[in-house]
């Protein structure tokens, strides 16, 4: 089976970002982060971005549209690359419109992996993480405190309260995803909760065998 489309599922805060990263240094894969595409929005402060930050801080999702705007963007940047789409689709119809944009670009999913991780550590992970908003770099109150003297900020989708919202719409809508995959026989379901380089080798061994 080729596996040049990728995609990474599962809950926020399960590793998709991370294994996506380092599976794009070690085996060539470019890192299509939906989210990351969405903060750059943001960040640029035009119309755009100000939409999709007043909806990222509440938990909500983006509108199809706007999500499907910037990835056939990417997309036409990459013609010719391995890619992951890390962060999308996340629902069902998302999926279908996915399908639908690859074939423009003669692309289809070739296998989607499925971080599971309960939804308790989901949100140990998430409302732990702090940023230096200096470097970008990303630190947790418990695992991984900031060194001495560096000073970091909670992001505002990432407080507890935004977090336990993020999980009710992922079950509600986003979790199908997985459903829709699997019924192609594309899925396979990763247990996430493990340490990073445990949950890597089984990555490494679901795209070497596939």
Same mark, same amino acid.
Request: hydrophobic content about 40%.
């Given at each position: 089976?080729?596996?040049?489309?990728?995609?990474?599922?599962?809950?926020?805060?399960? /590793?998709k970002?991370t294994h996506?990263?380092?599976?794009?240094?070690?085996r060539?894969? &470019?890192? &299509?982060?939906?989210?990351e595409?969405?903060?750059?929005e943001?960040?640029?402060?035009?119309?755009l971005?100000?939409?999709?930050? $007043?909806?990222?801080?509440?938990?909500?999702?983006?509108p199809?549209?706007? +999500?499907?705007?910037?990835?056939?963007?990417? =997309?036409? /940047? =990459?013609?010719?690359?391995?890619?992951?789409l890390?962060?999308?689709?996340?629902?069902?119809?998302?999926?279908?419109? =996915?399908?639908?944009? =690859?074939?423009?670009?003669?692309?289809?999913?070739?296998?989607?992996?499925?971080?599971?991780?309960? %939804?308790?550590?989901?949100?140990?992970?998430?409302?732990?993480r702090? &940023? %230096?908003?200096?470097?970008?770099?990303?630190? *947790?109150?418990v695992?991984?405190?900031?060194?001495? /003297? +560096?000073?970091?900020?909670?992001? %505002?989708?990432d407080? $507890?309260?935004?977090?336990?919202?993020?999980?009710?719409i992922? *079950? $509600?809508?986003?979790?199908?995803?997985?459903?829709?995959?699997?019924?192609?026989?594309r899925?396979?379901?990763? %247990?996430?909760?493990?340490?990073?380089? *445990?949950?890597?080798?089984? +990555?490494?061994? +679901?795209?070497?065998?596939?």
């Open positions: 089976m080729s596996t040049d489309t990728l995609v990474f599922l599962g809950p926020p805060g399960s /590793g970002g996506a990263a380092m599976l794009a240094k070690d060539g894969f &470019v890192q &299509v982060s939906v989210g595409l969405l903060r750059r943001v960040e640029r402060g035009s119309e971005g100000l939409q999709v930050r $007043e909806i990222m801080n509440t938990g909500a999702l983006v199809d549209q706007v +999500v499907l705007q910037v990835v056939r963007r990417a =997309l036409d /940047g =990459l013609r010719g690359r391995k890619i992951i890390d962060g999308f689709p996340r629902s069902v119809a998302q999926a279908r419109m =996915l399908d639908g944009l =690859l074939e423009e670009f003669r692309r289809r999913v070739d296998l989607a992996l499925f971080f599971a991780l309960e %939804d308790r550590q989901v949100i140990e992970r998430i409302s732990g702090r &940023v %230096d908003p200096e470097t970008g770099k990303i630190y *947790h109150v695992w991984n405190p900031p060194p001495p /003297g +560096v000073k970091t900020v909670q992001r %505002d989708d407080r $507890e309260d935004v977090v336990r919202q993020r999980l009710r992922y *079950h $509600e809508i986003t979790e199908p995803v997985a459903a829709y995959y699997r019924k192609s026989g899925l396979v379901e990763i %247990d996430a909760s493990g340490g990073v380089e *445990h949950v890597y080798s089984m +990555v490494l061994r +679901v795209i070497d065998q596939a």
